[in-house]
Protein backbone atom coordinates (compact mmCIF):
# COMPACT_ATOMS: atom_id res chain seq x y z
CA UNK A 1 0.00 0.00 0.00
CA UNK A 2 1.20 3.32 -1.34
CA UNK A 3 1.77 6.34 1.71
CA UNK A 4 -1.04 8.17 -0.59
CA UNK A 5 -3.52 5.13 -0.27
CA UNK A 6 -2.88 5.11 3.78
CA UNK A 7 -3.31 8.71 4.29
CA UNK A 8 -6.67 9.15 1.99
CA UNK A 9 -7.63 5.92 3.83
CA UNK A 10 -6.43 7.81 7.22
CA UNK A 11 -8.68 10.67 5.75
CA UNK A 12 -11.71 8.71 4.72
CA UNK A 13 -12.02 7.20 8.19
CA UNK A 14 -11.17 10.63 10.27
CA UNK A 15 -14.12 12.43 7.82
CA UNK A 16 -16.60 9.72 8.97
CA UNK A 17 -15.65 9.85 12.68
CA UNK A 18 -16.32 13.45 12.46
CA UNK A 19 -19.27 13.61 10.86
CA UNK A 20 -20.65 10.42 13.13
CA UNK A 21 -19.79 12.27 15.90
CA UNK A 22 -22.18 15.52 15.34
CA UNK A 23 -24.96 13.22 13.64
CA UNK A 24 -24.97 11.42 16.47
CA UNK A 25 -25.46 14.73 18.82
CA UNK A 26 -28.53 15.48 16.49
CA UNK A 27 -30.17 12.01 16.80
CA UNK A 28 -29.67 12.49 20.28
CA UNK A 29 -31.89 15.18 20.39
CA UNK A 30 -34.38 13.74 18.32
CA UNK A 31 -34.93 10.63 19.74
CA UNK A 32 -35.17 12.06 23.56
CA UNK A 33 -37.77 14.84 21.55
CA UNK A 34 -39.67 11.85 20.32
CA UNK A 35 -40.01 10.25 23.37
CA UNK A 36 -40.95 13.37 24.73
CA UNK A 37 -43.74 14.03 22.85
CA UNK A 38 -44.93 10.44 22.67
CA UNK A 39 -44.82 9.65 26.09
CA UNK A 40 -42.87 6.71 26.05
CA UNK A 41 -39.10 6.30 27.53
CA UNK A 42 -36.09 7.40 25.32
CA UNK A 43 -34.79 3.82 25.82
CA UNK A 44 -37.69 2.41 23.82
CA UNK A 45 -37.50 4.97 20.85
CA UNK A 46 -33.64 4.36 20.82
CA UNK A 47 -33.96 0.54 21.24
CA UNK A 48 -36.83 0.54 18.13
CA UNK A 49 -34.73 3.26 15.87
CA UNK A 50 -30.74 3.34 16.75
CA UNK A 51 -30.42 0.17 16.49
CA UNK A 52 -31.61 -0.19 12.90
CA UNK A 53 -28.27 0.09 10.73
CA UNK A 54 -29.23 0.02 6.83
CA UNK A 55 -25.31 -0.51 6.37
CA UNK A 56 -25.01 -3.63 8.58
CA UNK A 57 -28.30 -5.57 6.59
CA UNK A 58 -26.28 -4.06 2.97
CA UNK A 59 -23.84 -5.99 3.64
CA UNK A 60 -25.08 -9.13 5.12
CA UNK A 61 -27.29 -9.71 2.43
CA UNK A 62 -24.61 -8.85 -0.26
CA UNK A 63 -22.13 -10.88 1.26
CA UNK A 64 -25.24 -13.91 1.34
CA UNK A 65 -26.10 -13.38 -1.82
CA UNK A 66 -22.36 -13.73 -2.96
CA UNK A 67 -21.59 -16.99 -1.13
CA UNK A 68 -19.21 -15.08 1.52
CA UNK A 69 -20.54 -16.68 4.43
CA UNK A 70 -17.99 -15.27 6.62
CA UNK A 71 -18.93 -11.82 6.05
CA UNK A 72 -22.60 -12.41 5.65
CA UNK A 73 -22.70 -13.66 9.09
CA UNK A 74 -19.62 -11.37 10.35
CA UNK A 75 -22.10 -8.87 10.37
CA UNK A 76 -24.18 -10.97 12.71
CA UNK A 77 -22.18 -12.43 14.86
CA UNK A 78 -18.61 -10.29 14.75
CA UNK A 79 -21.14 -7.11 14.77
CA UNK A 80 -22.41 -8.18 17.63
CA UNK A 81 -19.44 -9.34 19.54
CA UNK A 82 -18.02 -5.86 18.29
CA UNK A 83 -21.25 -3.96 20.22
CA UNK A 84 -21.60 -5.84 22.66
CA UNK A 85 -17.44 -5.93 23.93
CA UNK A 86 -15.80 -2.98 22.24
CA UNK A 87 -18.83 -0.44 21.90
CA UNK A 88 -20.12 -1.11 25.21
CA UNK A 89 -16.74 -1.50 27.08
CA UNK A 90 -14.70 1.26 25.20
CA UNK A 91 -17.74 3.61 25.53
CA UNK A 92 -17.94 3.07 29.51
CA UNK A 93 -14.57 3.41 29.99
CA UNK A 94 -14.99 6.68 28.56
CA UNK A 95 -18.21 7.42 29.68
CA UNK A 96 -19.30 5.05 32.62
CA UNK A 97 -22.77 3.99 32.04
CA UNK A 98 -25.97 4.39 34.78
CA UNK A 99 -28.83 3.13 33.68
CA UNK A 100 -32.03 0.36 35.63
CA UNK A 101 -33.21 -1.74 32.85
CA UNK A 102 -36.50 -3.57 33.61
CA UNK A 103 -35.81 -7.57 34.66
CA UNK A 104 -37.56 -8.51 31.48
CA UNK A 105 -35.58 -6.69 28.80
CA UNK A 106 -32.33 -7.63 30.54
CA UNK A 107 -33.67 -11.75 30.02
CA UNK A 108 -34.23 -10.91 26.44
CA UNK A 109 -30.75 -9.45 25.92
CA UNK A 110 -29.39 -12.66 27.08
CA UNK A 111 -31.78 -14.61 25.21
CA UNK A 112 -31.06 -12.87 21.77
CA UNK A 113 -27.51 -14.51 21.03
CA UNK A 114 -28.70 -18.00 22.12
CA UNK A 115 -31.36 -17.91 20.32
CA UNK A 116 -29.48 -16.64 17.18
CA UNK A 117 -27.36 -20.27 17.13
CA UNK A 118 -30.52 -21.51 15.31
CA UNK A 119 -29.46 -21.08 11.71
CA UNK A 120 -26.26 -22.34 12.80
CA UNK A 121 -27.51 -25.86 13.55
CA UNK A 122 -27.15 -26.96 10.04
CA UNK A 123 -24.26 -26.86 7.39
CA UNK A 124 -26.38 -24.31 5.39
CA UNK A 125 -28.34 -21.87 7.63
CA UNK A 126 -32.09 -23.52 7.00
CA UNK A 127 -34.59 -20.37 5.67
CA UNK A 128 -37.07 -21.63 8.57
CA UNK A 129 -34.67 -20.42 11.07
CA UNK A 130 -34.54 -17.45 9.04
CA UNK A 131 -38.30 -16.78 9.39
CA UNK A 132 -38.24 -17.90 12.92
CA UNK A 133 -35.73 -15.60 13.86
CA UNK A 134 -37.72 -12.51 12.11
CA UNK A 135 -40.94 -13.37 14.30
CA UNK A 136 -38.82 -13.41 17.67
CA UNK A 137 -37.25 -9.75 16.42
CA UNK A 138 -41.40 -8.66 16.30
CA UNK A 139 -42.32 -10.13 19.55
CA UNK A 140 -39.23 -8.54 21.44
CA UNK A 141 -39.66 -5.21 19.99
CA UNK A 142 -43.19 -5.14 21.04
CA UNK A 143 -41.93 -6.59 24.52
CA UNK A 144 -39.57 -3.96 24.96
CA UNK A 145 -41.90 -1.13 24.03
CA UNK A 146 -45.12 -2.76 26.82
CA UNK A 147 -42.68 -3.34 29.49
CA UNK A 148 -40.60 -0.16 29.18
CA UNK A 149 -43.87 1.90 29.68
CA UNK A 150 -43.91 2.61 33.07
CA UNK A 151 -40.24 1.80 34.17
CA UNK A 152 -37.66 4.43 35.63
CA UNK A 153 -34.60 4.46 33.77
CA UNK A 154 -32.79 6.95 35.79
CA UNK A 155 -32.86 9.25 38.65
CA UNK A 156 -36.04 11.04 38.37
CA UNK A 157 -34.05 14.95 38.19
CA UNK A 158 -32.26 13.39 35.14
CA UNK A 159 -35.04 13.07 33.48
CA UNK A 160 -36.73 16.15 34.50
CA UNK A 161 -33.87 18.23 32.60
CA UNK A 162 -34.29 15.77 29.71
CA UNK A 163 -38.34 17.04 29.81
CA UNK A 164 -38.01 20.63 31.10
CA UNK A 165 -37.70 22.13 27.43
CA UNK A 166 -39.75 19.55 24.82
CA UNK A 167 -39.37 20.19 21.48
CA UNK A 168 -42.28 20.25 18.60
CA UNK A 169 -42.83 16.51 16.94
CA UNK A 170 -42.16 17.68 13.84
CA UNK A 171 -38.70 18.95 14.67
CA UNK A 172 -37.84 15.75 16.86
CA UNK A 173 -38.17 13.86 13.66
CA UNK A 174 -36.24 16.04 11.89
CA UNK A 175 -33.33 15.94 13.93
CA UNK A 176 -34.19 11.65 13.94
CA UNK A 177 -34.09 11.55 10.44
CA UNK A 178 -31.03 13.99 10.16
CA UNK A 179 -28.86 12.07 12.85
CA UNK A 180 -29.67 8.19 11.22
CA UNK A 181 -29.01 9.00 7.73
CA UNK A 182 -25.84 11.41 8.67
CA UNK A 183 -24.89 8.32 10.77
CA UNK A 184 -25.39 6.27 8.17
CA UNK A 185 -23.45 8.84 5.36
CA UNK A 186 -20.48 9.03 8.39
CA UNK A 187 -20.64 5.21 9.11
CA UNK A 188 -20.28 4.38 4.97
CA UNK A 189 -16.83 6.72 5.35
CA UNK A 190 -15.54 4.82 8.32
CA UNK A 191 -16.46 1.57 6.87
CA UNK A 192 -14.40 2.61 3.56
CA UNK A 193 -11.01 4.20 5.01
CA UNK A 194 -11.04 0.97 7.39
CA UNK A 195 -11.56 -1.43 4.19
CA UNK A 196 -8.83 0.43 1.99
CA UNK A 197 -5.91 -0.05 4.98
CA UNK A 198 -6.88 -3.92 5.35
CA UNK A 199 -7.46 -4.99 1.76
CA UNK A 200 -4.42 -5.15 0.31
CA UNK A 201 -3.17 -6.55 4.18
CA UNK A 202 -3.04 -10.53 3.39
CA UNK A 203 -5.46 -11.93 5.98
CA UNK A 204 -7.66 -14.44 6.08
CA UNK A 205 -11.02 -14.50 5.06
CA UNK A 206 -12.45 -15.46 8.69
CA UNK A 207 -10.45 -12.56 9.99
CA UNK A 208 -11.35 -10.64 7.80
CA UNK A 209 -15.06 -11.46 7.58
CA UNK A 210 -15.46 -12.02 11.35
CA UNK A 211 -13.35 -9.27 13.12
CA UNK A 212 -11.94 -6.46 10.83
CA UNK A 213 -15.19 -5.83 8.15
CA UNK A 214 -17.60 -5.69 11.29
CA UNK A 215 -15.13 -3.42 13.23
CA UNK A 216 -15.08 -1.18 9.89
CA UNK A 217 -18.86 -1.16 9.76
CA UNK A 218 -19.71 -0.53 12.93
CA UNK A 219 -16.56 1.75 14.62
CA UNK A 220 -19.21 4.76 15.10
CA UNK A 221 -21.11 2.49 17.76
CA UNK A 222 -18.38 3.41 20.00
CA UNK A 223 -19.38 7.36 19.26
CA UNK A 224 -23.01 6.31 19.63
CA UNK A 225 -22.72 5.15 23.34
CA UNK A 226 -20.54 7.84 24.52
CA UNK A 227 -22.05 10.57 23.15
CA UNK A 228 -25.41 9.96 25.17
CA UNK A 229 -24.00 8.86 28.46
CA UNK A 230 -21.78 12.15 28.26
CA UNK A 231 -25.00 14.30 27.88
CA UNK A 232 -26.71 12.23 30.76
CA UNK A 233 -29.04 10.09 28.52
CA UNK A 234 -27.49 7.16 29.65
CA UNK A 235 -30.90 5.34 28.26
CA UNK A 236 -30.44 6.50 25.24
CA UNK A 237 -26.97 4.30 25.07
CA UNK A 238 -28.30 1.63 26.74
CA UNK A 239 -31.47 1.17 24.69
CA UNK A 240 -29.02 1.71 21.65
CA UNK A 241 -26.96 -1.44 22.88
CA UNK A 242 -30.12 -3.52 23.43
CA UNK A 243 -31.50 -2.67 20.36
CA UNK A 244 -29.19 -3.27 17.60
CA UNK A 245 -28.28 -6.54 19.50
CA UNK A 246 -31.90 -7.41 18.72
CA UNK A 247 -31.81 -6.02 15.08
CA UNK A 248 -28.15 -8.03 14.40
CA UNK A 249 -28.83 -11.10 16.06
CA UNK A 250 -32.53 -11.80 15.57
CA UNK A 251 -33.27 -9.00 12.49
CA UNK A 252 -30.04 -9.57 10.00
CA UNK A 253 -29.58 -13.22 10.75
CA UNK A 254 -33.23 -13.82 10.74
CA UNK A 255 -32.86 -12.05 7.11
CA UNK A 256 -29.64 -13.67 5.82
CA UNK A 257 -31.37 -17.04 6.64
CA UNK A 258 -34.49 -16.31 4.92
CA UNK A 259 -33.44 -14.46 1.94
CA UNK A 260 -29.78 -15.56 1.35
CA UNK A 261 -28.78 -19.14 3.07
CA UNK A 262 -25.15 -19.68 3.35
CA UNK A 263 -22.87 -22.49 4.74
CA UNK A 264 -21.93 -22.58 8.39
CA UNK A 265 -18.22 -21.99 8.49
CA UNK A 266 -16.91 -24.33 11.12
CA UNK A 267 -15.60 -21.96 13.75
CA UNK A 268 -18.94 -19.65 13.74
CA UNK A 269 -20.52 -22.52 15.29
CA UNK A 270 -17.39 -23.83 17.47
CA UNK A 271 -15.90 -20.04 18.03
CA UNK A 272 -18.00 -16.89 17.59
CA UNK A 273 -21.39 -18.00 18.20
CA UNK A 274 -20.35 -19.37 21.76
CA UNK A 275 -18.00 -16.31 22.42
CA UNK A 276 -20.75 -13.97 21.83
CA UNK A 277 -23.12 -16.02 23.79
CA UNK A 278 -20.74 -15.32 26.57
CA UNK A 279 -19.85 -11.91 26.38
CA UNK A 280 -23.44 -10.52 26.25
CA UNK A 281 -24.36 -12.81 29.43
CA UNK A 282 -21.28 -11.19 30.88
CA UNK A 283 -22.70 -7.57 30.04
CA UNK A 284 -26.29 -8.58 31.32
CA UNK A 285 -24.61 -9.16 34.32
CA UNK A 286 -22.85 -5.97 34.61
CA UNK A 287 -25.84 -4.19 33.44
CA UNK A 288 -28.00 -5.95 35.83
CA UNK A 289 -25.93 -4.17 38.22
CA UNK A 290 -26.88 -0.75 37.06
CA UNK A 291 -23.88 0.32 36.31
CA UNK A 292 -20.56 -0.54 34.08
CA UNK A 293 -17.68 1.57 35.29
CA UNK A 294 -13.95 1.69 33.65
CA UNK A 295 -12.90 -0.62 35.03
CA UNK A 296 -15.98 -3.15 34.53
CA UNK A 297 -15.36 -1.63 30.53
CA UNK A 298 -11.93 -2.30 30.49
CA UNK A 299 -12.55 -6.30 30.63
CA UNK A 300 -15.19 -6.26 27.99
CA UNK A 301 -12.79 -4.85 25.57
CA UNK A 302 -9.91 -7.30 27.14
CA UNK A 303 -12.54 -9.79 25.55
CA UNK A 304 -12.62 -7.98 22.36
CA UNK A 305 -9.21 -8.45 22.09
CA UNK A 306 -8.85 -11.98 22.83
CA UNK A 307 -11.79 -12.63 20.20
CA UNK A 308 -9.39 -11.31 17.71
CA UNK A 309 -6.82 -13.22 18.71
CA UNK A 310 -8.17 -16.51 18.92
CA UNK A 311 -9.96 -15.61 15.72
CA UNK A 312 -6.88 -14.75 13.63
CA UNK A 313 -4.81 -17.81 15.31
CA UNK A 314 -7.56 -20.45 14.55
CA UNK A 315 -8.58 -18.41 10.85
Known sequence: MSASSILVALLLFAAGV????????????????????????PFVVSAVLSGMEAEN?????????????????????GGS??????????????????????????????????????PLLGDTTPRWTG??????FVVGLAYVVRVSRHHVFMESDEVEEATERPRPLW?????????????????????SGATRLIADAGLSAGLVGMVLTPAAIEAEEVVRQVVPARAGRHDVSAGNVVGTL????????????L????????LSRALDYPFLVGATWLATALLARGRIGRTAGA?????????ALLRGLLS
Open 18 to 41: AVVVWSTERLLHGLVGIAVVASVA
Open 131 to 136: ALLLLA
Open 57 to 77: VAVGLAAGSRGAADVALGTVF
Open 171 to 191: ASVAFTALGIGAITAGGELVA
Open 299 to 307: MLVALAVAY
Open 81 to 118: IFLVCVALGLGAMIAPLRVRLPRGVLVLFAAAPVVAGL
Open 259 to 266: ATPVRVPR
Open 246 to 257: LWFALFNLGLIA
